[in-house]
Nanobody, 117 residues
Framework: QVRLVESGGGSVQAGGSLRLSCAAS????????MGWYRQAPGKQRESVAV???????NYADSVKGRFTISTDNAKNTVYLEMNSLKPDDTAVYYC???????????WGQGTQVTVSS
């Protein structure tokens, strides 16, 4: 069973920065795509940033230029560097991984990010 464990969430003021980490229980080379999603209260979960096994990235328009997704293959970890945070970025952030071996993606437990104005 694959486990994804997020960390790095917290409370910051607008304009601040946070770095989220997602540690996988197996090599991230086994995943086609990894990504970060978020869910704010009363809203649907949305994609924030994804990265393919080939290193291709894609970002939600709302975070382009502020967030950066990256991986450390040696640590089996995917990161989300978040800069210039806004109150609208407040949400629970989830790590996600797609494996070619399954039809259902893996999810982490989530980490809370709160941005105050």
């Amino acid at each position: 069973q694959v486990r994804l464990v997020e960390s790095g969430g917290g409370s910051v003021q607008a304009g601040g920065s946070l770095r989220l980490s997602c540690a996988a229980s197996e090599s991230i080379f086994s995943f086609n795509v990894m990504g970060w999603y978020r869910q704010a209260p009363g809203k649907q979960r949305e994609s924030v940033a994804v990265i393919s096994s080939g290193g291709i990235t894609n970002y939600a328009d709302s975070v382009k230029g502020r967030f950066t997704i990256s991986t450390d293959n040696a640590k089996n970890t995917v990161y989300l560097e978040m800069n210039s945070l806004k109150p609208d970025d407040t949400a629970v952030y989830y790590c996600n991984a797609h494996s070619p071996r399954t039809t259902v993606p893996y999810w982490g437990q989530g980490t809370q990010v709160t941005v105050s104005s």
